[in-house]
């Protein structure tokens, strides 16, 4: 009898047992939701892949798709028909777009400074290195600039360097290129004398393919307050997405947030996937010494959960008034553009 009542037990925690696993495997099948998003050729971009190739998507109940479209104007008009979710990208654009009345807002901070390069090319007569900022904005007065778009985030940030120098965007000629890799032809072709990068990835290759050299950047030390107050990197929601599914915007950071951190952890993993989504799987030494950089210009000073300060968010909107981008100021108050788990209050 009691070797019946202790087969019974062992019967009934075994069932109990596959019951348990049976759930396990039910939520492990639970199906993903799609979440697409903009993505550009750019280690910008890394987080998200990183987070696709990791599973930390999935972890969130999210399934991460990666589209790349024309220029940052199209990701807006993407994100705002519902066709893309998310979106990494200069909060300039966003608030540019929020002034005429579109319904698109800020999610959180990524990276609190702008991170834009400039170079230039090998047959020009250029400053030295060491030389102020003054100086090599000076020497770019009359010289074409290639920018991958007019009014595009590389664009207005040569504007706003031109600006802090007592220039104007009349003092060069501006040409849009479209994608990184087109400003080596463009440079070799010399059909333009200097290039404003959005990629430290893109800045090794076409340092290696044309000679051109790394000029300066909007963060170097002399830069002008006003140009180093602009945060440079912001998540892009729709207004309706954000309402509708605030909890996919949480775990869509959450997911981020995850592979920022495996990013740190993990540099060779990382210049793996890295490779494998900007440089076609060809280029590993070029990936393995660009993730130091990565992480020490975007990684090391995001803030705690991606919170947008007040602060930060008034330098992207003063430096959107100075580039006369500004439709409707009305439509830029802080708590209008930027979603609620995203505030800090400071």
Do not use: C
């Amino acid at each position: 009898m009691k070797n019946g009542r202790m087969g019974f037990v062992v019967a009934l925690l075994s069932a109990a047992a596959l019951l348990t696993s049976a759930f396990a495997d039910a939520a492990d099948g639970a199906e993903l939701k799609p979440f697409t998003m903009a993505v550009f050729q750019s280690e910008l971009y890394l987080a998200d892949y990183v987070a696709k190739e990791e599973g930390f998507d999935a972890k969130q109940g999210l399934a991460f798709k990666f589209v790349t479209p024309a220029s940052g104007a199209a990701a807006a008009q993407l994100l705002l028909a519902g066709n893309v979710q998310g979106w990494l990208t200069d909060p300039i654009i966003i608030l540019t777009a929020a002034s005429q009345g579109n319904a698109i807002k800020i999610a959180g901070l990524s990276a609190p400074t702008l991170a834009y390069s400039v170079l230039v090319s090998k047959d020009g007569h250029w400053p030295p290195p060491e030389a102020a900022f003054g100086a090599k904005m000076t020497a770019l007065k009359g010289k074409t600039i290639g920018v991958s778009g007019i009014r595009a985030g590389t664009d207005n940030a040569l504007v706003l360097m031109l600006k802090a120098a007592g220039l104007s965007d009349a003092d060069v000629t501006r040409v849009g290129i479209g994608q990184q890799q087109a400003a080596i032809g463009q440079l070799e072709g010399g059909r333009i004398d200097a290039f404003v990068s959005f990629s430290l990835a893109g800045d090794a290759v076409i340092e290696r393919e044309t000679g051109a050299r790394l000029y300066m950047t909007t963060q170097d030390k002399d830069v002008p307050a006003s140009v180093r107050a602009v945060p440079g990197a912001t998540y892009a929601v729709s207004a309706d997405f954000a309402a509708q599914h605030p909890d996919d915007v949480t775990h869509w950071l959450a997911a981020e947030a995850a592979a920022d951190e495996w990013i740190k952890a993990h540099p060779d993993d990382a210049a793996v996937v890295l490779d494998k989504y900007v440089f076609g799987g060809k280029q590993i030494a070029l990936a393995k010494a660009v993730i130091p950089k990565l992480i020490s210009t975007y990684l090391a000073n995001s803030p705690s959960h991606f919170k947008m300060a007040r602060a930060r968010y008034e330098g992207a909107v003063n430096a959107a008034k100075t580039l006369g981008l500004i439709a409707n100021p009305q439509l830029l108050d802080y708590d209008k553009v930027v979603i609620a788990s995203a505030r800090d209050g400071q």
